[in-house]
């Protein structure tokens, strides 16, 4: 036989076998930039994911995370997305933001992807339904419409993102002070009540308990804490009062839904109103009682400039009882090289309104940020970015994660019996997270929100009253929310 | 030259004619002024007459003049108008006065004289953002500087951006920090032109000093004094970033000038077409002060001749 004709009929033959059996896919180099708010838990993201990232389908992939600081964070990719250069794959986003880009058509439906892909669907259940109505769903489901359908994915909802930091706000304080015994006896001598010394005594605290603690603890420079002798005046309590972004209306929100009142309801549209919902009589007085204590807070809460950074570091500074703040925000409380009370410091859940049973609502505002897909990547891209957030969200991932001051969203991890002592808050705020509710997510959310926010801070700087700064909440989203459709 | 490049022929033959060699130099710089700067003006100007929304997918449709109707009709801009023109009076006013008193000062020799000077025009180079910075550290009440000091006398804690007029005196205070400088060079230069022997011959006649400040001194500094009143109303009307990182604006929305106003609308609100027609609006009354200020200028520059 020839040689040559049986060289090529072998050479013939392998590559039809290889045409017939699937060569194998190439590697590709992705690179996945995504925005990403400039903090611990970002941080971390990128660290693990430089350090533990292998693609399962090959590829050579790049995580650039660009990361931009808190306050310019919402101008800063809104002005990327509306420029069209298409720089990010991946956004963490806030979920008030999610009508906003998804009308605008930058963030990714991803219920298709979900539906088809087991991995993806597992996640999605096993996630805690609060997240998902916050986080994920456009136009927004709540919890109760998300749980009434029964299952996961929801027929009829479409969803959008995952969660990469999920946040609730819980009660740093004190412990020497709160846990002091001249300071107790002298707080139940006063008030006839308890001083939250434990965890415990925190789940039992309401905002008439905490005004105390907010009365009691105003000490003037050269008076007794505990047993030390303060140097500067020191402030019972804080909690956010500021103008800027969302501070003062994530907080006031949780007077209001705890007191029977409610805010604008977008998945009642076009039936609910603002007029009569926002300034009804259970919302001014959960205002009123929101602003009464700011009289024992540090003075800078007059200014209505008091954000989450402020009483934070007011807090580490040592100048502060007792805080209500993120617990995403709690790892430089703990840090000796930033904080003077690293080693005094414990925490509780967030106080809330005593009902006529005698429970304690404490309906709060969730906070944290989901990460979304943008609308203008490759089909391999889309797959790879998946990949990452499947990653991103594997128990050993996330367990990793909460050591390094980051929280997980996923059920199951967060009843691994080690979850609440990962780290000093995670008890609170597992806790805090089954009572999350979150503002609105239409587009029109940031005009909606930087009216409120001026009418919040008139009232808290004492300009107006409570009452009157609702009314005219109430009066501005109603023509809004009429003129966009929204209400009819 | 002209020869080999007519011997050439055609069009490059024309291009690199002499008489065409300075057009010829400018266009790349023409070119790079018109899309920077030219283009962009114009194409906000044509949006100004849509509504379109940035943030939006919707086509926008022509409006005519319906933007600026709505823009001059918000009692908001109105407010914001009014805010702005209470700090631009009050700064500029505080500026002229600080300004001229230090000109006074350092119209004099005294010793380390270049240092004191040195010193003194520092705020002057400093961004804006960083001195919005220092200052609202500075007013903070618990443990700013300005509390800490007023502390010793009132045994309170200082609060005073928690009240409008305190607010709207806390920027105006950084502002006029930052640019009483300026005036003071400008004045500082019409008080070092004045000559001597007019001084003499004031004391000689034993005029007042008042009557020698009125007769000789500022009849030399007044068309500087209305340079520096003019720019610095113009720069002053723009005010931004100090308020920005100082206030955000508040308490309410109390000292939220024409330009935070306005930034808020186009991209935070997304308002693109309508925060055009304000910017549009805004531009119109600053090329009003632009020629008065050239006015100025032109009139000064007729006094020296």
Redesign the interface.
């Known amino acids: 036989m020839n040689k040559n004709k049986v060289f090529k009929g072998l050479m013939g033959a392998t590559l039809l076998a290889s045409g017939l059996g699937g060569a194998p896919v190439l590697a590709a180099d992705i690179t996945i930039t995504m925005a990403a708010p400039d903090w611990p838990p970002t941080r971390f993201m990128k660290e693990a994911f430089d350090a533990g990232y292998t693609s399962p389908a090959g590829h050579n992939t790049t995580l650039d995370m660009d990361f931009i600081p808190w306050p310019s964070f919402?101008?800063r990719v809104?002005?990327s997305?509306?420029s069209g250069e298409q720089k990010y794959q991946m956004i963490v986003t806030d979920s008030q933001w999610l009508g906003?880009?998804v009308?605008?058509?930058y963030y990714m439906d991803l219920t298709d992807k979900i539906n088809a892909d087991p991995e993806l669907t597992a996640i999605m259940q096993d996630l805690h339904p609060a997240l998902v109505s916050a986080y994920s769903t456009y136009p927004h489901r709540t919890r109760a419409q998300l749980e009434e359908a029964g299952v996961v994915p929801a027929p009829g909802v479409a969803y959008y993102g995952f969660p990469q930091f999920p946040d609730t706000y819980v009660t740093f304080y004190r412990q020497d002070a709160f846990c002091h015994a001249g300071e107790m006896a002298a707080f139940e001598a006063k008030y006839g009540t308890n001083l939250p010394c434990t965890y415990e005594d925190w789940q039992d605290t309401d905002w008439k308990k905490f005004a105390q603690i907010g009365e009691f603890f105003q000490r003037a420079k050269g008076e007794m804490l505990g047993d030390e002798v303060l140097d500067?005046?020191f402030y019972g309590i804080a909690y956010q009062a500021g103008?800027?972004y969302d501070f003062s209306s994530m907080q006031v929100n949780a007077f209001v839904w705890q007191q029977g009142g409610d805010i604008w309801d977008e998945s009642k549209a076009p039936n609910a109103q603002a007029e009569g919902v926002v300034n009804s009589d259970a919302a001014v007085g959960a205002f009123e009682e929101y602003l009464s204590m700011i009289q024992y807070m540090?003075?800078?809460a007059?200014?209505?400039?008091m954000d989450i950074f402020v009483e934070q570091d007011?807090y580490m500074?040592g100048?502060v009882g007792a805080i209500i703040d993120w617990v995403g925000l709690g790892e430089p409380v703990l840090d000796p090289s930033a904080s003077k009370v690293h080693d005094k410091s414990a925490f509780g859940p967030a106080p809330g309104s005593r009902q006529e049973d005698g429970s304690i609502d404490r309906t709060g505002n969730i906070g944290g940020q989901p990460f979304v897909l943008t609308t203008w990547n490759s089909d391999e891209v889309v797959d790879e970015a998946l990949n990452v957030v499947k990653w991103w969200l594997s128990p050993d991932v996330q367990i990793n994660a909460v050591k390094n001051g980051g929280q997980s969203g996923l059920k199951s991890v967060m009843a691994d019996p080690t979850y609440n002592d990962l780290r000093p808050w995670n008890r609170a705020h597992v806790e805090m997270i089954d009572w999350q509710k979150d503002v609105w997510h239409i587009?029109e959310f940031?005009?909606m929100l930087?009216q409120q926010q001026?009418?919040f801070?008139?009232a808290?700087?004492?300009?107006?009253s409570a009452k009157e700064a609702l009314d005219a909440v109430a009066e501005f989203q109603q023509e809004l929310l009429e003129d966009g459709g929204y209400i009819e | 030259m002209a020869d080999t490049a007519s011997q050439r022929g055609g069009f490059a033959a024309w291009l690199l004619d002499p008489k065409r060699r300075g057009a010829l130099l400018v266009t790349p710089a023409i070119t790079i002024l018109f899309f920077m700067n030219i283009f962009p003006l114009l194409w906000s100007f044509g949006l100004s007459f849509f509504n379109y929304k940035?943030?939006?997918?919707k086509v926008p449709t022509f409006r005519g003049l319906s933007n600026y109707e709505r823009v001059l009709t918000d009692e908001k801009v109105w407010d914001r108008f009014q805010t702005t023109a209470l700090i631009v009076g009050s700064s500029v006013v505080l500026q002229l006065i600080v300004g001229f008193l230090l000109a006074l000062m350092f119209a004099k020799a005294f010793p380390m004289r270049r240092l004191v000077l040195m010193l003194v025009l520092t705020p002057m180079m400093l961004s804006f953002v960083s001195v919005g910075v220092f200052f609202k550290l500075f007013y903070?009440?618990?443990?700013g500087i300005v509390?800490y000091v007023l502390n010793f006398f009132t045994t309170e804690?200082f609060?005073?951006?928690?009240?409008?007029e305190g607010?709207i005196l806390g920027i105006v205070i950084a502002d006029a920090w930052m640019w009483s400088p300026f005036v003071m060079l400008l004045v500082l230069a019409g008080l070092v032109s004045v000559p001597k022997y007019l001084y003499e011959a004031a004391e000689i006649d034993r005029a007042s000093k008042w009557r020698t400040f009125w007769t000789i001194t500022f009849p030399y500094i007044k068309s500087l004094l209305l340079l520096a009143v003019l720019f610095r109303t113009i720069e002053t009307f723009k005010l931004f970033d100090i308020v920005y990182i100082i206030?955000?604006?508040?308490?309410?929305?109390?000292t939220e000038t024409i330009a935070v106003y306005l930034y808020?609308t186009a991209?935070?609100?997304?308002k693109t077409s309508q925060s055009s027609a304000l910017a549009y609006i805004v531009l119109f009354i600053v090329i009003v002060l632009t020629n008065l200020y050239l006015y100025a200028v032109n009139r000064r520059a007729e006094e020296i001749d």
Do not use: H, N, W
């Open positions: 919402y101008e809104a002005a997305l509306t906003a880009f009308e605008g058509g500067d005046d103008k800027g540090p003075p800078v007059r200014t209505g400039q007011l500074q100048k587009p940031f005009e930087t001026e009418e801070d008139k808290i700087t004492g300009q107006i | 940035a943030s939006s997918l903070e009440p618990t443990f509390s804690k609060v005073l951006l928690g009240s409008p607010a206030t955000d604006g508040g308490p309410g929305g109390m808020r991209f935070q609100f997304f």
